[in-house]
């Protein structure tokens, strides 16, 4: 018997690794980072199962899940929309949903039972199973993920934004260094300028001059 495959498109990479480490004796898990390639990997592979994260760059999850159902050979695959608020899927994806729905954090023991049935069946479990203590150990580990995640992120986007304060103080104390010698070289111009101005000024006075002893010789 062949091993059903899920194909899990989140952006998050530890999400998708701890995904994995929980389906992985029981699937095949193939992995996608945005909707586009989550989109090109399902064409290739044809998976059983789709695990589908609702936020994410490019396609969000509901673009990508309209873009699966356009296609013939993926539109009968069943999903799973993952997502930290119900309510916000909710505010953007129109009823009747023909997906299961998933909320973050999740009890590995749910996702797993969610797979099953939908697998068997095909149509969204009513409900999930009861969490056990092996399960509530590998939530607090994912929920310790999910934070470790987040202020990861933080930290990066707030490095970048100091970056880009160092580079944009840099291009300013630049800008005014140049200023500062353009200043001088307008200076330097404006001192050339009179100067020669009264260079030609004297020298018209002499060309005024030889001319009047040239007149005053041809007279004589």
Known sequence: MSISK???????????????SILADKFEVLEANDGMS?????????PNLI????????????????????VDTLKDIPVIMISGLREQV???????????????????????????HLLHTGVPAVAGAIPTEDSRNSQRVLD??????????????????REVVARINTLSTRVQKQ???LNILDKKLD????????QNKGLM????????????????
């Open 6 to 20: 899920v194909l899990v498109i989140d952006d998050s990479i530890m999400i998708r690794k701890m995904v994995k």
């Open 38 to 46: 989550g989109l090109d990997t399902a064409k290739k592979v044809a």
């Open 51 to 70: 695990l589908l994260d609702f936020v994410m760059p490019k396609y969000n999850g509901y673009q990508t899940l309209q873009a699966l159902r356009r």
């Open 90 to 116: 909710a505010e953007n994806v129109p009823e009747p949903w023909d997906f299961d729905f998933l909320e973050k954090p999740f009890e590995p023991e749910v996702l797993i039972s969610k797979i099953d």
């Open 144 to 161: 310790r993920l999910t934070a470790t995640e987040t202020l990861l992120a933080q930290g990066i986007e707030n490095l970048i934004q």
């Open 179 to 181: 200023e500062a010698a």
């Open 191 to 198: 001192s050339i300028s009179q100067k020669l101005e009264h």
């Open 205 to 220: 006075i002499i060309l005024r001059e030889i001319k009047a002893l040239q007149t005053q010789v041809a007279s004589k």
